[in-house]
């Protein structure tokens, strides 16, 4: 299938270039960030050896709408999206930290629930919670942003003592964060789905807390579907999800777990076929509109002319 695994051009003014371990993010003129969401995919920190077809395109569409849907909550950081799989966006100075808020008990904070921690990142959790269980309300647990490796979780007490955030603009962040979060929800809603889990990063440009990167994506955030919940979890059943937690799901079931001496499963045809469909499903859910497949063009040929095309426009 036609997927981004990697990109390698070279666009007018160009002044830096990036690869995340999904993104490529070309740097203009020190002033925008043009960022292609390709079609590599990681899980426990490491990317794994086969793209996605079509997942660069899916998680690139769902930022643009939510970021679009959020733009009365406070600014991004976007200019343009040329491309279904990439963004033009202005450079920001990012904060050091991701603002993870969580309204039900999954994932990582289940994990470390389950071992019998009540706290995560100073935030506590009641005894007596099964996986899955709504929370009694959203709570924020932050991560470092690490360069390589994993980001760790970090209280907002160690954020403010270690000045990695003035508390002035933490305050900020969490109020952003909480009501982000409560516009993701309710939109989750209206689509028949719970928003689980999610995080949000943010920059500062011109003095001014800007959102940056992705929001409300199956990367960033986790959901259920709403039909059958209270149902499943009365019967201690998984949840029906949408979220990348299936692929971390079927990596553990096989060995892996991104730890030292471990090796990726193999990525079959057939398992490649199914996490793509699964994007495409959550787009669908989310977006509630049909996925538009991009003709069968050299992808690209097509990101690079569409991509020259957008920076032409620009001001600098």
């Known amino acids: ?9 070279n666009f007018e003014n160009q002044t830096a270039f990036y690869r995340g371990k999904v993104r490529d993010v070309y740097t203009i003129a020190n002033e925008y960030l043009a960022m292609v969401a390709s079609d590599r995919i990681s899980a426990f920190d490491v990317v794994l050896p086969r793209p996605i ?23 991004n950081w976007v200019v343009s999206v040329p491309d279904p799989s990439v963004t033009i966006g202005m450079m920001c100075e990012p904060f050091k930290v991701e603002m993870v808020i969580r309204g039900y008990l999954s994932g990582h ?27 009694p309300e959203p709570i924020i647990t932050p991560t470092t942003k690490a360069a390589v490796g994993h980001d760790e979780d970090i209280s907002r007490a160690a954020i403010l003592a270690k000045g990695i955030v003035s508390e002035e603009d933490y305050v900020q962040l969490e109020k952003y964060t909480k009501a982000l979060f409560q516009r993701g929800t309710e939109i989750a809603a209206e689509r028949g789905l719970i928003l689980v889990d999610t995080k949000y990063e943010f920059g500062k440009k011109d003095g001014k807390i800007v959102l940056i990167d992705e929001i409300h994506t199956p990367d960033s ?11 499943r979890q009365a019967n201690d059943e998984p949840q029906k999800q949408l979220s990348k937690e299936f692929v971390r799901k079927w990596l553990i079931e096989n060995g892996f777990q991104g ?15 199914s996490i793509s469909e699964r994007y495409i499903e959550l787009y669908e859910h989310i977006v509630g509109e049909e996925f538009v497949y991009p003709n069968q063009e050299d992808v690209l040929a097509r990101v690079e002319r569409n991509v020259s095309t957008a920076l032409k426009e620009l001001k600098y």
Do not use: H
């Open 259 to 273: 730890k030292d001496g471990q090796q990726v499963p193999e990525m079959t045809d057939e398992i490649i076929k």
């Open 109 to 135: 904070a289940w994990r470390e629930y389950s071992i019998g921690k009540r706290e995560v990142c100073g935030e506590a959790m009641p005894d007596g919670l099964k996986e899955n269980a709504k929370l």
């Open 221 to 231: 955030s986790r959901y259920f579907y709403a039909e059958g919940y209270e149902e």
């Open 53 to 75: 077809p079509y997942k660069g395109q899916v998680l690139n569409q769902i930022a643009a709408k939510f970021l679009k849907a959020t733009e009365d909550i406070l600014p």
């Open 1 to 9: 299938m036609n997927a981004i695994q990697e990109t390698n051009f």
